[in-house]
């Protein structure tokens, strides 16, 4: 069974770019989340979906994050603009949608703002 | 809010050695709790996980968990280190709904020889 795939693995970009991150969550899993996980710290919950639609996103900052699961397979995470506090290793993990189910994580996508 | 406090930031042990992680956790139903591993530019893998039953929970690579209501804790041992499982360890904990997990803030082990 393939795991979760992410991409691009490291991203390093200029304060006030934008960048994006792409996750392809196992086959047949409903249930896909973003985390952020900064230096020294533990993930974060940044959004979550069930199928195509946002099931929460309460700490997804909004006015620079935005995130999309289209078909409800493959999401995107966006960036815009960055600032140097969005360094952080973005985390993308599925479950199959059903309670008392381990969620399965990818590698994650390593940022750094500079 | 559900909320998890690993108050080792580093522990270091012996090979051979046991060990034990700490894992308080602030929730008001029964939680579900977690712990994983995670290797160095590596995501988190699993390594055990207690619903309900039995407190004391078996994982993979020989790791065990405690749950104990009373002291709000979720502790995870290991009888004796190997030098390959030097990595950090979170421990989670899941709202009874809506599968989100809580992470602490993390420990990192690190096996001398």
């Known amino acids: 069974e393939a795991g979760v795939a992410q991409s691009p693995r490291y991203k390093i970009i200029e304060k006030r770019q934008s960048v994006a991150f792409w996750c392809n969550p196992i086959s047949g899993h409903a249930t896909l989340y973003w985390y952020q996980q900064i230096l020294g710290q533990g993930p974060k919950l940044l959004i979550q979906f069930q199928n195509n639609g946002v099931v929460d996103d309460s700490q997804l900052p909004k006015d620079r994050f935005s995130a999309e699961r289209l078909k409800g397979v493959d999401s995107t995470l966006k960036i815009q603009p960055a600032k140097l506090e969005d360094s952080a290793v973005y985390l993308c993990a599925s479950t199959p949608g059903e309670m008392n189910t381990e969620a399965f994580f990818g590698q994650g996508t390593r940022l750094t703002v500079v | 809010a559900q909320s998890v406090t690993q108050p080792d930031i580093h522990i270091t042990v012996s090979e051979g050695a046991s060990l034990e992680l700490r894992c308080n956790y602030s929730?008001?139903?029964?939680?579900?709790l977690f712990w994983y591993v995670q290797s160095p530019g590596q995501g988190l893998q699993l390594l055990l996980k207690y619903f309900s039953g039995d407190t004391l929970v078996q994982g993979i690579k020989g790791f065990e968990a405690e749950f104990k209501r009373s002291q709000s804790s979720f502790n995870l041992r290991k009888p004796s280190v190997h030098w390959s499982d030097a990595a950090e360890y979170f421990c989670a904990v899941e709202e009874e709904y809506g599968n989100k997990l809580v992470f602490g803030a993390g420990t990192i082990l690190r096996v001398k020889s």
């Open positions: 929730y008001g139903a029964t939680p579900y």
